[in-house]
T-cell receptor
Framework: SAVISQKPSRDICQRGTSLTIQCQVD?????MFWYRQQPGQSLTLIAT?????????ESGFVIDKFPISRPNLTFSTLTVSNMSPEDSSIYLC???????????FGPGTRLTVL | DQQVKQNSPSLSVQEGRISILNCDYT??????FLWYKKYPAEGPTFLIS?????DKNEDGRFTVFLNKSAKHLSLHIVPSQPGDSAVYFC????????????FGTGTRLKVLA
C-alpha cells in the first residue's frame, strides 16, 4: 500500500484563524479523500479531492469553509477556514489506487481550536 | 440516518479467546465491506474486506462474515491478543465508481492479558 504522510500531525489554533493540512503520498494514486473524525464519532467524508479541478463536497460541507487543492496525483491540501471550537477534530486524508480499490489512510492531523 | 451501525461501543475479551465485532447496515446497494483498526493518534489501518458476492473471507486470525439477508457483517479475531486492543470500524461502499465509504461508529475492543 502507499505510504501517506500528513503535516502537521497536531495543532492548537485560535478561533477565527485558518489552518492548512497537507497530505503527501509516495506514489501516484487515483483518488484522494478528506475525512473528519469528531471526538467520539465516526469518520465523516468531507470531500473528494479531484486532480486539477474543484473538489466534490459531501452534504454539509462547503468550499468556503474547507477549500481543497490537489495540484498533482501525489499531493493535496485541506484548509479549515475561520475556525471555531466545533472544528476541533482529527482530519484524515485517504487514497485509493492505482492498483487497489481499498482506501488507505494517513496518520491524521489532530486539531484543537480554542 | 446512520446507514452503517455498530451497536456495541465497547467489548472486552480475554487474551486467547475469540473477539466478535458486529456491524449492521441498511442500504442493500452496498457491495463491498471493510474493517479498519484504529489505534490512538494513528490513522485507521485496513484489516480485511469482503465483496457482497461472498459470505466469508479469511486472513490469518481475522475472518469476516457477511449475511446479506440480515444486512449484517461480523469480524472474528481468533485468538485475540493484547495488541488487538483498538477501535474497530466497519465501512461499506456503494457501487457508484466513486470509492466512497460510509463508516460505522466504531467498537472499542480491549483484550485483557
Amino acid at each position: 500500500s502507499a505510504v501517506i504522510s500528513q503535516k502537521p500531525s497536531r495543532d492548537i489554533c485560535q478561533r477565527g484563524t485558518s489552518l492548512t493540512i497537507q497530505c503527501q503520498v509516495d506514489s501516484q494514486v487515483t483518488m484522494m479523500f478528506w475525512y473528519r473524525q469528531q471526538p467520539g464519532q465516526s469518520l465523516t467524508l468531507i470531500a473528494t479531492a479531484n486532480q486539477g479541478s474543484e473538489a466534490t463536497y459531501e452534504s454539509g460541507f462547503v468550499i468556503d469553509k474547507f477549500p481543497i487543492s490537489r495540484p498533482n496525483l501525489t499531493f493535496s491540501t485541506l484548509t479549515v477556514s475561520n475556525m471555531s471550537p466545533e472544528d476541533s477534530s482529527i482530519y484524515l486524508c485517504s487514497v485509493v489506487g492505482p492498483i487497489s480499490d481499498t482506501q488507505y489512510f494517513g496518520p491524521g492531523t489532530r486539531l484543537t481550536v480554542l | 440516518d446512520q446507514q452503517v451501525k455498530q451497536n456495541s461501543p465497547s467489548l472486552s475479551v480475554q487474551e486467547g479467546r475469540i473477539s466478535i465485532l458486529n456491524c449492521d447496515y441498511t442500504n442493500s446497494m452496498f457491495d463491498y465491506f471493510l474493517w479498519y483498526k484504529k489505534y490512538p493518534a494513528e490513522g485507521p489501518t485496513f484489516l480485511i474486506s469482503i465483496s457482497s458476492i461472498k459470505d466469508k473471507n479469511e486472513d490469518g486470525r481475522f475472518t469476516v462474515f457477511l449475511n446479506k439477508s440480515a444486512k449484517h457483517l461480523s469480524l472474528h479475531i481468533v485468538p485475540s491478543q493484547p495488541g488487538d486492543s483498538a477501535v474497530y470500524f466497519c465501512a461499506a461502499s456503494v457501487p457508484s465508481g466513486t470509492y466512497k465509504y460510509i463508516f460505522g461508529t466504531g467498537t472499542r475492543l480491549k483484550v485483557l492479558a
